[in-house]
Nanobody, 124 residues
Framework: QVQLVESGGGLVQAGGSLRLSCTAS????????MGWFRQAPGKEREFVAA????????YDANSVKGRFTISRDNAKNTVYLQMNSLKPEDTAVYYC?????????????????WGQGTQVTVSS
């Protein structure tokens, strides 16, 4: 079992930045690929970014490419999502997730453990 706790969400103006963190406990963090997803009101959960277990491979959704960066620090059991040039359409609850596969996937079904989410609101 892996427990995931997100932090770092909040209210920011368009064009601003936030850094989300997700800290894991319970199992060896470095054995898991990690991903970030988001869900806006009335919409389905969508993939944002993912990173392999060792951090050498990352994937970004087209909607955030060039603005968001995923990274991880296995010594701290933490994965990060640096979000720059935020837009109102980035407003959502952001979830981190852990996958037993070493190489990250882009589908929610590929992930085994989920955090509770952190709200990100971008005002125009």
């Amino acid at each position: 079992q892996v427990q995931l706790v997100e932090s770092g969400g909040g209210l920011v103006q368009a064009g601003g930045s936030l850094r989300l963190s997700c800290t894991a406990s319970g199992r060896t963090f470095s054995n898991y690929a990690m991903g970030w997803f988001r869900q806006a009101p009335g919409k389905e959960r969508e993939f944002v970014a993912a990173i392999s277990y060792y951090g050498g491979t990352t994937y970004d959704a087209n909607s955030v490419k060039g603005r968001f960066t995923i990274s991880r620090d296995n010594a701290k059991n933490t994965v990060y999502l640096q979000m720059n040039s935020l837009k109102p359409e980035d407003t959502a609850v952001y979830y981190c997730a852990a996958s037993r596969t070493l190489i990250p996937g882009t589908r929610a079904a590929q992930y085994d453990y989920w955090g509770q989410g952190t709200q990100v609101t971008v005002s125009s």
